[in-house]
């Protein structure tokens, strides 16, 4: 794709892309050495990543990882096609803003998973400590981008963990247009407010001084503008622009060889049995627990199906440094593996639960379905729930939460799971494995259709079009 996204846009104003995950990881190799760059984990960069390379762009992000930190000390580094830039903090900073303010608390914030008989309590030392962490490294970041960025240039700040670079840049550099775009979420006033006061105050501001916000859907731009109003700050304009799947990158890996094995080894493994497929990071918020539990409700009162299915969940470690990710992770193999005690026998394993990251094989079965269960409890969009629409060629049937940022684009084929109905949830798999003749066959085109409606770089465009001629005004809406 080399240059084509960015001059397909017709603008001619310079670009600068910040996250807080890069394009790619450097790994030092054993024995040390020279540090050899990976394709970054995570939905942002794989969006991201092909429209930016060979593009000249700078990318400003963190370094997560020793060999990270080694290309950090040289300031700009070209690799793999991009053109990077990253920050180092030490490890203190680091985990207050990434583990304890990104992932404990802004993370659970925009997608409601506290219990708040338990959770969230916080201290004054938590203020000082992990939050002053988190607004140094914004202030960090807010420093790179002021260096480097050209003039004139628009700067495309992308997610959570970066909402609060715009008020230094504002005073710093007057001439950059500054748009923001949150892949998660947003926490609607009740749930906002469940962050102490000051963080609140500093997070609404720090976006608020964006010229623009953008979301996956209409629904989390209006919790954003509400939260805004919620805290007395005027909400800067919005935008909506969902996120579609790259086609041709999803092309090329089903010719791969690595992708034809998966299939046949699937295959092997599946035979004549109904096959219903989740991909996921093991995350809370994705909703595993309650997937597994439906699957044990439906195979409970559905005894005819006991051999017939099997439900293959392709779920790949995330966020270690999070107890609560680990804890979870346990809780979702205790109830794996008391299905498969329950109602398993010698021929027949009903789940078969795989926490290797292997994206060709994670494809496969999406392409290899016959019902794609994403049952999130909260989530920004959801690419797998569209991924799988162009993967699959055997009218396969989607298992959609209202609560996926995509429910919006999909509703209108997939068979609705409530996150917290475990038997609702169980009935749709159950209609979904079931449906039969023209209505199989209208569902799954019109997913198709509708699956393919945006793509990557329509998405980008829609950023770049809403930082407008840089003269957008002080970003009120
Ligand atoms: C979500 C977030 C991204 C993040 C990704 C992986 O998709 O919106 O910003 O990069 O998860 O999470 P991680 O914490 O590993 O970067």
Not at 43 to 58: E, I, K, N
Request: glycine share 8%; aromatic share 8%.
């Amino acid at each position: 794709m080399a240059e084509a996204p960015l001059a397909a846009l017709g603008q001619d104003r310079p670009l600068v892309l910040v996250s807080n995950r890069g394009p790619v990881s450097f790994v030092v190799p054993d024995g040390g050495g020279e540090p050899v760059a990976r394709r970054g984990a995570g939905g942002l960069v794989s969006a991201l990543g092909p429209l930016l390379r060979d593009t000249g762009v700078t990318w400003v992000a963190a370094a997560m990882s020793a060999g990270d930190e080694v290309v950090a000390r040289r300031g700009v580094t070209e690799a793999e096609g991009y053109r990077i830039r990253l920050l180092a903090f030490e490890p203190d900073t680091w985990s207050g803003h990434y583990d304890e303010v990104c992932n404990e608390a802004l993370w659970f914030v925009h997608h409601g998973l506290w219990d708040p008989v338990y959770e969230p309590s916080w201290s004054s030392q938590w203020m000082d400590g992990p939050w002053a962490a988190h607004r140094r490294v914004n202030r960090a970041f807010a420093e790179a981008v002021a260096e480097d960025a050209p003039p004139g240039a628009v700067v495309l700040i992308q997610d959570y963990h970066l909402c609060m670079t715009a008020p230094v840049l504002r005073r710093t550099r007057p001439d950059l247009t500054l748009v923001h775009f949150s892949h998660t979420p947003f926490a609607p006033p009740d749930w906002l407010r469940m962050l102490p006061a000051g963080a609140r105050a500093e997070l609404i501001e720090g976006l608020g001084a964006h010229h623009r916000c953008g979301f996956h859907t209409r629904r989390w731009a209006e919790d954003f503008e509400a939260s805004c109003r919620a805290q007395g700050v005027v909400p800067p304009a919005v935008f909506v622009a969902p996120l579609g799947p790259d086609i041709g990158d999803l092309e090329r890996t089903a010719a791969s060889q690595e992708f034809a094995t998966a299939l046949s080894e699937l295959d092997r493994m599946v035979g004549d049995r109904d096959f219903v497929v989740r991909v996921d990071r093991i995350e809370l918020s994705k909703n595993l627990l309650r997937g597994f539990l439906a699957f044990e409700s439906m195979l409970e009162n559905q005894p005819e199906r006991h051999g017939r299915v099997v439900f293959g969940a392709y779920c790949y470690p995330s966020r270690l440094g999070v107890d609560a990710y680990d804890r979870y992770h346990r809780s979702v193999l205790e109830v794996v593996e008391r299905v498969n005690r329950r109602f398993g026998n010698p021929d027949w394993q009903p789940i078969h639960y795989d926490p290797v990251d292997d994206y060709p094989r994670s494809m496969a079965a999406l392409a290899r379905a016959d019902v794609v269960v994403v049952n999130p409890i909260r989530d920004g969009l959801n690419l797998v729930a569209k991924e799988a629409a162009l993967l699959n060629g055997r009218h396969a049937q989607l298992v959609l939460s209202p609560e996926a940022g995509a429910w919006e684009e999909l509703s209108a084929l997939a068979w609705r799971s409530d996150p917290f109905d475990v038997d609702q949830t169980a009935g749709a798999i159950a209609e979904a494995l079931d449906v039969a003749g023209d209505e199989r066959v209208r569902r799954a085109e019109t997913w198709r259709t509708a699956a393919a409606h945006r793509t990557p770089e329509a998405w980008l465009a829609d950023q770049v079009v809403a930082a407008g001629d840089g003269r957008a005004g002080p970003g009120r809406s």
